[in-house]
């Protein structure tokens, strides 16, 4: 314990800081940066299990498709789309924003016109998005790390660190929501929404790309990646390419997923936990997947860039995965149903951060020596899913395997009252 506290960790009974007989105190971080752990023993504020539910099946989704047996033999529903279109996987990423977006209702709600968030609000969602965005940039170093370490990587790839990326942006998209959300009433943010789809739309269409014209959306010559590649530098882009699908610009639309979700949770808190709950979700869930894939005609429905028609058409299934996750957990009380899933999202961050953490290890050491030695990653998948399930069911039953060791790393921190939080 002493040494969780050295490092600015606490191990707390609530979240108050407020220390109980018997229980550690939650003083406050030596380093601001860092993480604490604290117990679920107390009272917590008000939740819905249907929201920890859905952040589970997100992240146990994100698991799934992030760590094939073989990048070679994937299922077409668990591969994202080439470019242009949308699969089940490119439905993940947008559910975690939206899913950010749900909560902030319920850990906002008690700022008001006459309560005023103070500065000390401030610095802790700025905190919060600066630990994200260390985290991104922790695991591109980690990467880079280990290729120096045992790959004889030369040290001058550390200055092609990527710098954007899934938990950079899921920063810089909570940062300016939050902000949005205490500032502006609902109808400014409303307003503030329609801006940013419909501006981000007008400037992708608009905005002529040296040596592209306007109006190109093909990865070589949009916008995105122009703006990515004058204010980053091609070299901290994703492999170094000219485009990086968590760039900057089509950040803004992202936002608006955060709003949407926002919106969403704002609307349950004043909401009796009934069936018709459920279906006014659904229904404007279904609305939504017809409006997004309408503008899609107009401009494509894009993960990569993260069209306008993309955050609308995503939203949608937000909304009906919601809605099934309302209906099944709050109003029909089927929590037992819910609860591995729930013992995902409870610690959502930390399996995120901790299996890209993992993966990286099994990709960059390797088994034997030699120029054709496989790395750890390929050695399990060859040699214990692949001889007996064949390689594209053995490249599936390795990422259901990891799944569900995650899946047991989170159930021992449950059982011990441990969550990831920032």
């Known amino acids: 314990m002493e040494v969780l506290n050295r490092l600015g960790i606490e191990l707390c009974a609530d979240r108050s800081g407020i220390q109980h007989k018997g229980q550690i105190p939650c003083s406050f971080y030596p380093l601001p940066f860092l993480i604490n752990f604290w117990s679920k023993q107390l009272t917590l504020p008000q939740r819905l299990k249907s929201l920890d539910v859905f952040r589970g099946i997100a992240i146990a989704s994100m698991i799934l498709v992030n760590n094939p047996g073989s990048w070679d033999y994937i299922y077409p529903p668990l591969d994202h789309a080439e470019w242009n279109g949308c699969t089940p996987t490119d439905l993940i990423f947008p559910f975690f924003l939206f899913i950010v977006g749900a909560a902030m209702p319920f850990s906002l709600a008690k700022y008001t016109k006459e309560n005023r968030p103070t500065r000390a609000v401030y610095w802790r969602i700025g905190r919060r998005a600066l630990i994200l965005f260390g985290l991104g940039l922790f695991l591109a170093l980690f990467s880079l790390t280990l290729d120096f370490w045992l790959n004889g990587a030369p040290v001058s790839k550390f200055a092609t660190i990527r710098i954007m990326g899934v938990l950079q942006r899921i920063s810089l998209a909570y940062l300016i929501s939050a902000i949005a959300v205490l500032n502006f009433e609902r109808r400014a943010l409303w307003i503030l929404a329609a801006i940013l789809l419909v501006g981000y739309w007008l400037a992708m269409q608009f905005i002529p790309v040296p040596g592209y014209g306007a109006g190109n959306l093909t990865p070589e010559g949009n916008l995105v990646g122009y703006i990515d590649r004058l204010i980053l530098g091609q070299q901290h882009l994703l492999g170094g390419k000219g485009f990086d699908p968590e760039g900057l610009l089509s950040t803004l639309p992202a936002v608006v997923t955060v709003i949407a979700g926002y919106f969403t949770g704002e609307w349950l808190r004043s909401q009796p936990r009934q069936s018709r709950t459920s279906i006014s ?19 494509p429905i894009n993960k990569q860039l993260w069209t306008s028609s993309y955050v609308i058409f995503t939203a949608g299934f937000a909304l009906l995965l919601l809605a099934a996750c309302y209906e099944l957990i709050e109003v029909r009380g089927f929590q037992r149903l819910g609860f591995p899933l729930e013992v995902m999202g409870l610690n959502a961050i930390f399996a995120f951060v901790g299996s890209g953490f993992l ?64």
């Open 281 to 299: 979700l659904a229904i404007v869930g279904i609305s939504c997947v017809l409006v997004g894939h309408l503008w899609g005609f107009v401009f």
């Open 359 to 422: 993966a990286r290890i099994l990709i960059k050491t390797h088994v034997g020596s030699g120029s054709n030695a496989p790395t750890t990653y390929t050695w399990i998948y060859q040699q214990l899913f692949k001889p007996w399930a064949g390689a594209l069911n053995g490249s599936l039953l390795f990422a259901i395997a990891t799944v569900c060791f995650w899946w047991l790393m989170l159930y021992l921190m449950y059982s011990r009252n441990w969550y990831f939080k920032i």
